[in-house]
């Protein structure tokens, strides 16, 4: 069966200006999600919200991805690459969106919540030298470590504050997340490649309405409230958080590999520090301004580099050395936008 490399780009990478407007749609859109968890937290627990924000979205990409299927043929399709994708729409959506809204619910601040996960980019450049054959540069290495300070700056004065109601260890629940969006992008790129995109988001996000309407029904949970702002969050968590923020992550995901996609996720935490600020009035300061100014520098370190070592390589890599990975992968060609995060959320 074949494989993707993980760590490299699986269809050209579109033009420079393409991939700024993308990784800017993206980061408001992943950056949503943290803002719709705390929007609908009010009116309804977080697995009644994350049910009736999946259901919605599995019909109506399962209806799109059926007609889209008639027009490859069946042999592409295979059981094994279904069962890869509900394993990776059950981590990336289930498992993360469930500790962000179950961590918002407990307290933490919706920047704090994002600057957690923000530790991501660190921990894919990790793992992708010895599991994906593609290791971040000396370069990246520097930007992804002045990401992370940069993160570190913008949330820490929340998380020290001595008005956090949340309990320590509501701190630790994101990281759960974080790691099961990290394995859900590591499972896609090494499973085998046999749907089309649009096919694979119909799949991850039926998983999740399965999972969360079971959940539901066991603990009785499952009718939705009454209130306007609930429905005005699950909205939002379709529009933004949902079709565009995973949308995206994948789509980009393909376009500029994992390192550069991952990268972004430094802009989160003071995206969405910004955004609570704006609409919940959670604390603003000055280090909010500096550490999403180095944040945005890191990013961009990151994603230059990556684009130039993908452009011009002054040497093979890993992917091109060993033929475990050179030349087994083929896309399929209804794969929106290419083959590769939460949603956030």
Not at 16 to 27: D, K, Q, R, T, Y
Not at 174 to 185: F, K, Y
Not at 188 to 211: F, K, M, Q, Y
Not at 223 to 249: D, H, K, N, R
């Amino acid at each position: 069966m074949r494989t993707s490399p993980i760590g490299i780009p699986t269809r050209p990478a579109p033009s420079a200006w393409l991939s700024a407007g993308l990784s800017i749609l993206f980061v408001a859109s992943w950056s949503s999600g943290f803002i719709g968890a705390k929007l609908g937290a009010s009116d309804a627990p977080a697995t009644t919200l994350l049910m009736w924000r999946f259901i919605p979205v599995a019909l109506a990409l399962s209806a799109v991805a059926a007609l889209l299927a008639r027009r490859s043929p069946a042999p592409r399709r295979t059981r094994r690459g279904a069962m890869t994708q509900i394993g990776v729409g059950a981590l990336s959506q289930c498992g993360y969106t469930l500790t962000v809204y179950w961590a918002i619910g407990l307290g933490v601040s919706t920047g704090t919540t994002a600057l957690i996960d923000g530790v991501q980019p660190l921990v894919v450049a990790v793992l992708a030298g010895p599991l994906l054959g593609a290791a971040a540069s000396g370069r990246q290495w520097f930007g992804l470590t002045v990401g992370a300070i940069g993160v570190v700056i913008v949330t820490w004065t929340d998380a020290t504050a001595s008005t956090t109601a949340a309990p320590w260890w509501a701190y630790l629940i994101p990281l759960a997340g974080m790691a099961s969006l990290v394995a859900a992008t590591f499972l896609d790129r090494r499973g085998p490649n046999t749907l089309s995109r649009t096919e694979s988001l119909a799949i991850h996000c039926t998983t999740s309405a399965v999972i969360f309407t079971a959940i539901c029904l066991v603990d009785g949970t499952a009718m939705p409230p009454a209130a306007p702002g609930f429905w005005v969050a699950i909205g939002w968590l379709i529009g933004l958080s949902t079709l565009g923020g995973y949308g995206l992550y994948w789509i980009l995901v393909d376009r500029l590999g994992v390192t550069s996609v991952n990268a972004l996720m430094f802009l989160m935490p003071p995206v969405t520090t910004l955004w609570g600020a704006a609409m919940f009035g959670e604390p603003l300061t000055a280090t909010t301004i500096v550490g999403l100014t180095v944040a945005l520098g890191a990013t961009i370190t990151v994603v230059r580099v990556g684009k130039r070592r993908e452009q011009c390589p002054d040497r093979p890599s890993r992917a091109s050395e060993n033929p475990a990975y050179s030349g087994q992968h083929r896309p399929h060609p209804d794969r929106v936008g290419s083959r590769a995060e939460s949603e956030v959320s």
